[in-house]
């Protein structure tokens, strides 16, 4: 009789997915998950052929987790700038599971920051479609003009070069969200890209602030 597993498939994915918390992607290696385990490699090799089946099991929890951070976002009194708040927290708490999920290139186990986008961009429609009465291709471009400044935000966070306060990231996603917002529904034809942007800044540049 051979001799009985010890870990489980479930075991293994989560030491492998604290290393990555810990250490990074590139440290998943059947070393380090076993180190995490206390115990030989052997075992992780009774569930998986090789490590990129493991590696993409983490990015699959580290995309469960980022999950439940917007989830709790969008329970927010205003659920968008709840989700760029705890965009922004995801980034400063899983340093290493956020440059997984948002700052890798795409390959065999991550998608990339492009599909992160179009990822977190579903999560948040519905809402953004209700709260501020857009349409879905409104919805879709303005959260898209809004998550790249959280990206902006975030990428310094994990590069640890933020000269800005938490207060001062919240002012700026405002500033930035109340802006687009604005622009999006007073000027005709700009989500379809069929507008006078000479007539309009022509008209903007006039105002005295």
Known sequence: MPPKVKFQREEIVSAALNVARKKGIEAVTAREVA????VSPRPIFTWFDTMEQLKGEVYSQAKALYCKYVEHGLTERIPFLGVWQQYINFAKEERELYKLLFLSKPDSVTGGATEALLFSQELVRDSVMRIYHMDADTADKYFRDIWLVAFSFAALIVTDDCPYSDEEIFAIGVEISLSVCKAYKEIPGLT??????????????????
């Not at 180190?35 to 206390?38: D, F, M, N, S, V």
């Not at 006078?196 to 903007?204: C, G, M, S």
């Open 35 to 38: 180190a995490e385990l206390q």
């Open 192 to 209: 379809q890209g069929n507008y006078d942007r000479n007539a309009i800044f022509t008209e903007l540049v006039k105002k005295q602030i």
